[in-house]
């Protein structure tokens, strides 16, 4: 199982992006990353999803180099309302059967 | 479309009593469950998930149970709550292989 490595905390300013770094040195062949967005006392929320190279949505882009072994979430712009604890979560192995997530990353965006 | 329900949104128990905890999906079948628990400040642990009716996989072991008696049905149990039990509970499903979960709005549970 493919463990990963965030941040605790980052801050920022509003209409800045960010960038959330997330190291997965143990990334197996048929593993996506995927992340979530988790606000105070709410379940998490699917935010993106990638496998390799670049991927882009409505909300953010999720960048993955080459060798897999980490992958950074961006978000443009950001608001107040993206205050929240980010979650970076690796494939068991091509069994998707089960979500393990990590501490994720607290992201606080001040005025 | 899909959606999770998940009930009662708070919870005070006294140590020692019962626990149950239900989770209720619509609009699929046969979906992946699963039932996190979330200390405060802590990130999410994986607790129960199932793939199937009657078939539960505990990752944790612990004072609690899990049991799925219909397709759709997710229960939490425990017959007997230590103070540690305390925290947010937060059902989810899946679509098997699919790499994306959906969850309810969870439980906090307060056990005093």
């Known amino acids: 199982l493919a463990k990963t490595t965030q941040p605790i905390s980052m801050d920022s300013y509003e209409g800045q992006e960010v960038n959330i770094t997330c190291s997965h040195n143990n990334i197996a062949t048929n593993d996506y990353i995927t992340w979530y967005q988790q606000f105070p006392s709410q379940g998490p929320r699917f935010i993106i999803q990638?496998?390799?190279t670049k991927v882009t949505n409505e909300v953010a882009s999720l960048f993955i180099p080459a060798d897999r072994k980490s992958s950074t979430l961006s978000l443009p712009r950001v608001s107040l309302s993206d205050t929240a604890v980010y979650y970076c979560l690796v494939g068991d192995g091509g069994n998707f059967n089960k979500f393990y997530f990590g501490s994720g990353t607290k992201l606080n965006v001040k005025p | 479309s899909q959606t999770i329900h998940q009930w009662p949104a708070t919870l005070v128990q006294p140590v020692g009593s019962p626990l149950s905890l239900e989770c209720t999906v619509e609009?699929?079948?046969?979906?992946?469950l699963y039932w996190y628990r979330q200390a405060a400040g802590r990130g999410l642990q994986l607790l129960f998930y199932s793939v199937g009716i009657g078939q539960i996989s505990s990752e944790v072991p612990q004072n609690l149970s899990a049991s799925r008696p219909q397709d759709r049905q997710f229960i939490l149990s425990s017959k007997k709550l230590l103070l540690s039990d305390s925290g947010f509970y937060l059902c989810a499903w899946s679509v098997q292989g699919n790499t994306e979960a959906f969850f309810g709005q969870g439980t906090r549970l307060t056990v005093v």
């Open positions: 990638g496998y390799k």
């Open positions: 609009g699929t079948s046969n979906p992946n």
